[in-house]
C-alpha cells in the first residue's frame, strides 16, 4: 500500500515538472500585464483577464493572424506535396525490384541525418540564385526536402506492415502498379500517411532557422520569426506572448493527439526526427 | 527469363516512382552539399551580385587557428553530452515507471509528451520569462521559497548559468523522445523472464541487467546515436534561448548571417560534417563490437 502511494507520488512529482512551464505560460496567458511583471509572482492570477487572447487576434495590435496565415499556408502546402511525393518513392522503395535500391535507401538514410544547419549556407545561396529570396516559395520547397527523405522511410515501413498477398490478388483482379498504390496502398495505410502528414507539418510549422534568413520583410514571416521580432521589441507584453505561446502550439499539439489516438503506433515509428 | 521481364519493369516503374524525390533531394541537398565545399575555398559576400575570391585553404586556417572555434566545440562536446546522458537516463527511468499498468496511465503518458510536440518558440518564451532575474518564478521559488539561493544568477547573462539553462531545457525538452521509445521496447519483455530471474533469487539490480539491459540496447544505441546527432548540430533551441551559449550551430548561422562571412561558415559546417561522420562511424563501431562480444 505505502510502495503503491509513493509510486503514485513519483508519477505526480514528474508530471508537475514537466508540466511546470505549460502551468505557468497558461496562467500568464490570464494575467494582467502589471502582475506578469510583479516582483512577489503568483500561481494563479488575482484578475482573469481574457484581454491578451483579444490583442493577438487584433491587427492593428499584433500583426498574429498574418502570422498565422503564413505558417498555415508553408506548413499545409509542404506537407501535402511532402507526403504526395514521398507515397510514390516509398512504394517504390518496399514494393519494387530494382538495382541500386539499397544504395538509394540507405542514401535517404545518410540525409535523414544530416541536415539543416549544415546547409544553410548553400541553400540560401541556391534560394537566392533562383530569385526565391523573400518569398513564401523558398520557405516551402526547402520544408518540402527537409521533410522527405524522413517521409520516405516512415511511409516505407507502413508499407511494409501491408501483406504482399493483397496486392498479387489486386494484381490478379486487373489493378496495375499505379492502381494499386491508389486503391490498396494508400487506403490501407491511411492512418500511416496521417501521422507522416503531422510530421511534415510539425517540421514546417517550428522551422525558425530558413525561415529567419529567407525573409526579409515580415510580410512573408512565419510564427517563429514573427514572434521572435516582436519578443525583441522592447514593448512587447509577457501576456501577449504567452497567449500567443498557446495558440502557436495548439494546431500541432491537437494534430498529434488526434493521429496519437488514430494510430496505436507513436513518434518513434520509423524514427521521426526532432 | 519471365523474371528478367519482371524486373525491367519494375526498374523502369520505379524510376518513375522515385524521381521527383530523388531530383528534389539532389538539387536541394546533394548539389548544396557539394557547393558547401567549393564555397568553402572562397572570400564569399552576402550580396549574390558581387563576385566570390578564391582563397585557398584560408578559411579553415582561420577556423582551425582561431580559439573561439575550440571553444565552441568544448561546449558542443559537453551540451551534446550532457544532453544525451541526461535525456536517455530520464527517459528510460520514466518508462521503467511507466511499464506497469496503473490508472490514467495513457493520460500521464500523452502529458509528459507535451514538451517533445510542442513548438520550441512557445517553449522559449515561457522559459524566458520563468528564469528572468527580476521577477522570474524561478528565482523567486529559490531565494524566497526554498532558501537555496541570496540572490538569484543572471541565468541569461552569465555564460555558466545559461550553459546550465540550455542543458536543462533540452534535457526536459527530448527526454519523451527516450521514453516513449524506451516504453515501446519495455512492452514486448515478457513477464516470465522477470519471474524466472525472481526464482533465481535477482535482486532489482539483477534484473535489470540481465533481463531488462539486454533486451533494450538496440533501442538504446538508437536513441543514443541519433540523440548525439541531433543535439550536435542543435541551433534553434540555444540560439533562442541565450546569446551566451556559442555551440557550433550558433557559431556557424552568426558567422554566416551576423558577420555575413559565407565562405568561414562553409568551411565550418564542412568541419562540423567531418566531426559529425567520425562520431557517426565510432558509435556504430561500438555497436559491432557490442554485437560481437
Not at chain 2, 30 to 57: D, H, K, R, T, W
Not at chain 2, 238 to 265: C, M, Q, R
Amino acid at each position: 500500500m505505502a510502495k503503491r502511494a509513493s509510486f503514485y507520488i513519483g508519477i505526480i512529482v514528474l508530471l508537475c515538472v514537466c508540466l511546470f512551464p505549460f502551468f505557468i505560460m497558461l496562467m500568464t496567458a490570464f494575467k494582467g500585464s502589471e502582475e506578469a511583471i510583479s516582483r512577489n509572482p503568483t500561481f494563479f492570477p488575482k484578475d482573469w483577464t481574457v484581454q491578451h487572447f483579444l490583442d493577438i487576434f487584433d491587427p492593428t495590435i499584433f500583426p498574429y493572424l498574418h502570422y498565422l496565415q503564413n505558417s498555415f499556408i508553408v506548413s499545409v502546402t509542404a506537407s501535402v506535396i511532402s507526403v504526395g511525393i514521398a507515397i510514390f518513392g516509398a512504394y517504390a522503395l518496399s514494393r519494387l525490384n530494382f538495382r541500386g535500391r539499397l544504395t538509394i535507401n540507405a542514401s535517404f538514410y545518410t540525409v535523414y541525418m544530416f541536415s539543416g544547419i549544415l546547409l544553410v549556407v548553400p541553400l540560401f545561396k541556391v534560394i537566392s540564385g533562383l530569385g526565391l529570396y523573400d518569398t513564401k516559395t523558398s520557405l516551402i520547397i526547402v520544408m518540402i526536402v527537409q521533410t522527405l527523405p524522413t517521409a520516405i522511410l516512415m511511409l516505407n515501413s507502413y508499407f511494409e506492415t501491408i501483406p504482399k498477398d493483397l496486392e498479387e490478388a489486386a494484381k490478379i483482379d486487373g489493378l496495375n502498379r499505379v492502381k494499386v498504390i491508389f486503391y490498396i496502398i494508400i487506403p490501407l495505410s491511411f492512418t500511416g500517411i496521417v501521422s507522416v502528414f503531422v510530421y511534415c507539418f510539425m517540421v514546417a510549422w517550428n522551422d525558425f532557422l530558413f525561415a529567419s534568413i529567407f525573409f526579409s520583410g515580415s510580410e512573408n514571416f512565419t510564427l517563429p520569426v514573427g514572434l521572435y521580432a516582436l519578443f525583441s521589441n522592447p514593448d512587447y507584453v509577457w501576456g501577449r506572448m504567452m497567449a500567443a505561446s498557446i495558440i502557436t502550439a495548439l494546431p500541432v499539439v491537437i494534430m498529434y493527439a488526434i493521429s496519437e489516438n488514430l494510430i496505436k503506433g507513436n513518434v518513434t515509428d520509423g524514427g521521426v526526427k526532432g | 527469363m519471365f523474371k528478367v521481364k519482371r524486373e525491367t519493369s519494375d526498374g523502369k516503374l520505379a524510376l518513375i516512382l522515385l524521381l521527383p524525390s530523388s531530383l528534389l533531394i539532389l538539387l536541394l541537398i546533394g548539389y548544396p552539399m557539394l557547393s558547401n565545399f567549393y564555397i568553402s575555398f572562397f572570400e564569399q559576400p552576402i550580396n549574390p551580385e558581387f563576385p566570390a575570391e578564391f582563397i585557398g585553404l584560408e578559411n579553415y586556417i582561420e577556423t582551425l587557428t582561431n580559439i573561439e572555434f575550440y571553444k565552441s566545440l568544448g561546449i558542443t562536446l559537453l551540451y551534446t553530452l550532457l544532453v544525451v546522458v541526461g535525456s536517455t537516463a530520464l527517459g528510460l527511468y520514466v518508462a521503467i515507471m511507466f511499464n506497469r499498468p496503473f490508472r490514467f496511465r495513457k493520460i500521464a503518458r500523452s502529458l509528459i509528451i507535451l514538451s517533445y510536440v510542442t513548438p520550441s518558440i512557445s517553449l522559449i518564451f515561457v522559459w524566458k520569462y520563468m528564469f528572468n532575474s527580476g521577477y522570474g518564478i524561478i528565482n523567486y521559488i529559490g531565494r524566497d521559497m526554498l532558501h537555496i539561493f541570496d540572490r538569484a544568477p543572471l541565468w541569461f547573462d552569465n555564460p555558466t548559468s545559461a550553459f546550465i539553462l540550455v542543458v536543462l531545457f533540452a534535457i526536459w525538452r527530448y527526454f519523451p523522445y527516450a521514453f516513449i521509445a524506451f516504453l515501446a521496447i519495455l512492452q514486448t519483455i515478457s513477464p516470465t523472464l522477470y519471474e524466472a530471474a525472481e526464482m533465481d533469487g535477482a535482486n532489482v539490480w539483477q534484473k535489470f541487467k540481465t533481463v531488462t539491459l539486454p533486451a533494450i540496447m538496440p533501442v538504446m544505441l538508437t536513441v543514443i546515436t541519433l540523440r548525439t546527432i541531433w543535439m550536435f548540430y542543435m541551433f534553434e533551441d540555444v540560439y533562442l534561448l541565450t546569446n551566451k551559449v556559442n555551440v557550433l550551430g550558433v557559431y556557424l548561422y552568426e558567422t554566416a548571417f551576423a558577420f555575413n562571412d559565407l565562405g568561414k561558415a562553409s568551411a565550418i559546417s564542412v568541419l562540423l560534417f567531418l566531426i559529425i561522420s567520425t562520431l557517426i562511424i565510432a558509435i556504430r563501431k561500438k555497436v559491432n563490437l557490442n554485437a560481437s562480444s
